[in-house]
């Protein structure tokens, strides 16, 4: 996140980019369903992950305006993107480990695991109250690999993500309008 973040701030970007969240949603659900994870749950949990980017971002913003650096943005925008994508691959394949292999067997496991690896963010807190936000994560994971595996596997054409602008997920382009949801037959 910090090569994202030094890219956006030499470009004067936001870390909020609403277009590329959206991509990354229907991305999640696509996969989620190919692999059949609950969809909606997949989403919530790449939700979770690009908010505490954001905050990660805003972090490095802060770090380097208090201290009148200027960043050395090393690879494109675009290969961090692509990079973040395999890498969210292969959290979806994970999930899917975890659920067939029945590896959390119960949620403090999960939860010791999820603190570990937040400490090792060296002071870089990922919500104002840390335990809600672990609370929220383990949830959400807990549901995706603690799920029944019905999701269908073929994603419909159309998908409306929650209060989002829905996107034709056939073309990768945002709908102006809510269409009604568009399931094909098989």
């Not at 809600?132 to 999701?151: A, Q, R």
Request: charged share 20%.
């Amino acid at each position: 996140m910090k090569n994202v973040a030094a890219y956006k701030y030499l470009q004067q970007r936001s870390s909020y980019a609403s277009t590329q969240e959206l991509k990354v949603l229907l991305f999640a659900g696509v996969e989620a369903k190919s692999h059949g994870l609950p969809v909606t749950d997949v989403q919530l949990y790449s939700q979770i992950l690009m908010d505490i980017s954001k905050q990660i971002q805003e972090y490095w913003f802060t770090y380097w305006r208090e201290h009148k650096q200027t960043p050395v943005a090393l690879p494109s925008l675009a290969q961090i993107r692509q990079q973040i994508q395999e890498i969210d691959e292969n959290i979806i394949v994970s999930f899917v480990q975890i659920r067939d292999n029945n590896s959390f067997r119960f949620k403090q496991e999960l939860e010791d695991g999820i603190k570990k690896s937040l400490a090792q963010l060296d002071g870089i807190s990922p919500a104002e109250e840390p335990e809600l936000f672990i609370n929220m994560l383990v949830k959400v994971i807990w549901s995706i690999t603690n799920s029944v595996g019905d999701c269908p596997q073929k994603p419909p054409n159309r998908v409306k993500l929650g209060f989002l602008t829905p996107i034709d997920s056939t073309q990768g382009q945002i709908i102006p309008q809510y269409p009604s949801i568009h399931h094909p037959k098989p």
